[in-house]
Nanobody, 117 residues
Framework: QVQLVESGGGLVQAGGSLRLSCEASGSILRFNDMGWYRQRPGRQRELVAGITTGGSTRYVGSAKDRFTIYRDNAKNTVYLQMNSLKPEDTGVYYC???????????WGQGTQVTVSS
């Protein structure tokens, strides 16, 4: 069993920056893919950014221009650097780790990000 623990959320003004961290209790190399998801009030959880074991990244929507996902395998940690934050970025951000075989799907407890206008 692996635990994922997010940190780094908080309250920030529009235009500000935050860096989220997701630390795993074991090696993140076990996961084929890791990602950051966001759940905004009244909406379903959605992918914000993902990164594979090989370091390939993908972003959804406006995250492409403002966010950066990266990983430090030695620290078993995945980060999400968020710049130029907007009020619509407000939500709970969750870390996810997936392994294809045997299938494993782990979630963290989430960290709140609030962007004020």
């Amino acid at each position: 069993q692996v635990q994922l623990v997010e940190s780094g959320g908080g309250l920030v003004q529009a235009g500000g920056s935050l860096r989220l961290s997701c630390e795993a209790s074991g090696s993140i190399l076990r996961f084929n893919d890791m990602g950051w998801y966001r759940q905004r009030p009244g909406r379903q959880r959605e992918l914000v950014a993902g990164i594979t074991t090989g370091g390939s990244t993908r972003y959804v929507g406006s995250a492409k221009d403002r966010f950066t996902i990266y990983r430090d395998n030695a620290k078993n940690t995945v980060y999400l650097q968020m710049n130029s934050l907007k009020p619509e970025d407000t939500g709970v951000y969750y870390c996810n780790g997936k392994r294809d075989w045997p299938y494993q799907d782990y979630w963290g407890q989430g960290t709140q990000v609030t962007v004020s206008s």
